[in-house]
């Protein structure tokens, strides 16, 4: 028998979800970590670099963030979707397209997306060319999101059980996806504004009708801020669709369906419950604020100080979803081996519930209190007000939901040994650092050497998630797209 052509060789390798995570995984670190360089070529804060319609807006920033981290994050999210939920099954159209968004489409889109986002800055910079190449990798993202809802709603038809018979945490995942969706179309609103302005005519006339009655007839003004409110609504719509989706996708792995008894699925199906009316309520909201003409209210206002109605109901999404931990860790204290807790003395584990703890006393907790207490961040102070904002985005939302979707595809393809209990002490380690020393800089004292320490952390992080994606990556089976009926799971024999 001859022996297999590069070409096949290549091809069957692209289409293994094993490599296809580790690939988004390695590339979004080594991204990130050249954000040193990539400051002193192209200065990411540089004022030069704002846009006339969204001037309160880092785009520079913002589009090295979406090349580093977003597009091999949602790659990643997608390959673990795939297998945990078993879409390789699916047959006919949605089936194939499934299979070629995600793992021939994110193999592509991630070193488009990050190569080109180390460049992409809102004027002619290198003829457009970055600007186009990740806006290329922006519609494979959306294809994938569009695949995933197709195929996820063909799943219960295609298998012949019917949709009763996927729980709450399939659902809430295809409508994190959907919401998603809605984010990315947002996103694009702005983005087209922003590079080519109010044209054609159609888009001044649609913002003189939705801001009239605010702002009065068409100028730059009511364009800047339909242009702004569009965008950040994208952002925080996004946030919250993904934070749900890596909720109910770490339930279902961990067998929120079949294996979770009493208190704790009963619990968890609350949590699912508030999650799916907090999206929805979200996705509202954002939808008539940041297409429409609604200004979101400010609640328990009091002078400055009060919290914002849309980041309420992004606190009720992560409130259901503070639900789903009780249920996980009732059902990881009940998960045991001849007596041993097996979940509850995995260090893996444990590095993701500390992650989901930390985006709790990041976000919300510490939001909060500053929202409450606005009156003194809005003025003396105003540096640990900005310092916040930087540390919240960058680690509430941009690592730790990230980490803990790492940390799921390293349960799923079978990390072990040695290795994962490294791979685990590491992240361990670098969360617990960097968000100790990551508070006390934006929150107590503006000292240098506790943002590098903090940094320091993040290195620790960003090392134990590469030793883990290349440790997958080298084991010498190869995962193919069957892998989604041999997903590895705690069965607590």
Do not use: C
């Amino acid at each position: 028998m001859s022996a297999p052509s590069t070409s096949s060789g290549l091809k069957n390798r692209i289409f293994d979800p094993r490599f296809v995570f580790w690939w988004s995984i390695v590339w979004g670190i080594g991204i990130m970590a050249l954000s040193p360089l990539v400051n002193y070529i192209t200065p990411l804060l540089n004022p030069a670099y704002a846009n006339q319609w969204t001037p309160d807006i880092y785009w520079r920033l913002v589009m090295y963030w979406h090349g580093g981290i977003f597009i091999p994050w949602i790659t990643a999210l997608a390959v673990l979707v795939y297998v945990v939920f078993k879409l390789d099954s699916i047959k006919g159209i949605s089936g194939r397209l499934l299979k070629d968004s995600i793992l021939i489409g994110g193999f592509v889109a991630v070193p488009v997306a990050g190569v080109a986002g180390l460049f992409d800055v809102y004027d002619n910079f290198a003829l457009g060319v970055p600007l186009w190449t990740q806006i290329f990798a922006f519609l494979i993202g959306d294809e994938m999101a569009v695949a995933l809802v197709l195929a996820m709603l063909n799943k219960p038809r295609q298998s012949g059980k019917g949709f009763r018979s996927e729980g709450l945490a399939y659902y809430t995942v295809i409508l994190a996806i959907i919401s998603a969706i809605f984010a990315a179309v947002m996103g694009h609103i702005g983005g087209w504004i922003s590079w080519f302005g109010p044209w054609p005519s159609v888009v001044p006339q649609y913002i003189n009708y939705t801001l009239y009655s605010s702002l009065g007839f068409y100028n730059s003004t009511a364009v800047v801020t339909f242009t702004e409110n569009v965008v950040g609504s994208h952002s925080h719509l996004m946030v919250a669709s993904l934070m749900a989706g890596v909720i109910g996708l770490v339930a279902s792995y961990f067998g929120y369906d079949n294996r979770w008894k009493g208190t704790s699925k009963g619990l968890s199906a609350i949590g699912f419950a508030i999650m799916i009316v907090g999206l929805l309520s979200a996705l509202w909201v954002y939808i008539v604020s940041g297409v429409g003409n609604y200004a979101i209210p400010t609640l328990f206002e009091s002078g400055p100080n009060g919290i914002a109605f849309d980041d309420i109901l992004t606190g009720v999404v992560g409130f259901g979803g503070l639900f789903v931990l009780v249920g996980l860790l009732l059902y990881s204290k009940n998960n045991t081996n001849g007596g041993e807790r097996i979940l509850l003395r995995d260090p893996l584990f444990i590095s993701a519930i500390v992650a989901w703890l930390l985006i709790y006393l990041v976000v919300p907790i510490t939001g909060y209190y500053i929202e409450l207490n606005e009156s003194y961040f809005s003025a003396a102070g105003l540096s640990f007000d900005q310092a916040f904002t930087r540390f919240h985005q960058d680690f509430g939302f941009f690592v730790l939901p990230p980490l803990v979707t790492l940390v799921l595809g390293l349960f799923t393809f079978g990390l072990t040994g040695r290795a994962k209990r490294t791979v685990a002490y590491l992240l361990l380690s670098g969360e617990v650092i960097a968000f100790v020393f990551g508070e006390i800089y934006s929150m107590v004292d503006l000292n240098t050497i506790f943002l590098i320490i903090a940094i320091f952390g993040g290195l620790l992080m960003g090392i134990g998630a590469v030793g883990g994606a290349i440790s997958v990556a080298a084991r010498p089976q190869r995962v193919a797209v069957t892998m989604a009926s041999q997903v590895t799971k705690y069965e607590g024999a």
